[in-house]
């Protein structure tokens, strides 16, 4: 079945670490992206990218870096110089990037900054 | 700065009752509306999109949505809510290849 994977489920890190997120798609879109999840704040845009080897900073970057360097994967790394880590993460993927397209999740990683 | 507002944080209901959850944005121009449900261990997915036409639009599992420009809302509606509609319901925007979420509104219902 088509679909993204993200993994790890879970994950625990110790402040001062650095932690990365996987992101694998089969679905051959072209623009995939990286959100974040809090309790009443819904989902806030950290990166994207609308092609191989480019991305763009999203609305709360900071903290995070990404790479695009395959179609199919987009990790995500979340530095030791974001403050406040600790939060669902989910990525997802559209056909191309454009304002009109679906977005299709992944089931999300949970980091725990211990 | 665009944004997308909804109106509640939780609602609760007891089933057949009729939903109508509120969601308003902030973008100038030609805008994309979206309403994504999360039910309770899966992913997000589309419930129902709005790009132009006719501004009532219908979705999945009963659901309906209705565009309103000059209010700059797009609220979701459903007649009678089923215990199965107990979920997270965001609405979201977009006009370019960003997209925009609203906080979400977590709908309880009671069998």
């Known amino acids: 079945d088509g679909g993204i994977t993200q993994s790890p489920k879970y994950l625990f890190r110790k402040e001062g670490q650095n932690v990365t997120l996987s992101c694998e798609q089969n679905?051959?879109?072209?623009?995939m992206y990286w959100y974040r999840q809090d309790p009443g704040q819904g989902l806030r845009l950290i990166y994207y990218s609308q092609i191989v080897n480019d991305f763009q900073k999203g609305d709360i970057a900071e903290g995070y870096s990404v790479s695009r360097e395959k179609k199919e994967s987009f990790p995500l790394t979340v530095t030791s110089a974001q403050k406040n880590p600790t939060a669902f993460y989910l990525c997802a993927s559209s056909l191309r990037s454009s304002g009109a397209n679906v977005l299709t999740f992944g089931a999300g990683s949970r980091l725990t900054v211990l | 700065a665009q944004s997308v507002s909804q109106h509640n944080h939780h609602v609760i209901l007891s089933e057949a009752a009729s939903l109508e959850l509120g969601c308003n944005y902030s973008y100038g121009g030609t805008v994309n509306l979206f309403w994504y449900v999360q039910y309770p261990g899966q992913h997000l997915q589309l419930l129902l999109k709005?790009?132009?036409?006719?501004?009532l639009v219908k979705g999945i599992k009963g659901f309906e949505a209705e565009f309103i420009k000059s209010k700059f809302s797009f609220n979701l509606r459903k007649p009678s809510v089923q215990w199965s509609d107990t979920a997270e319901y965001f609405c979201a925007a977009s006009n370019d290849y960003k997209l925009s979420f609203g906080a979400g509104t977590t709908v309880t219902v009671r069998a």
């Open positions: 709005y790009f132009s036409g006719d501004p």
């Open positions: 679905l051959n879109h072209d623009a």
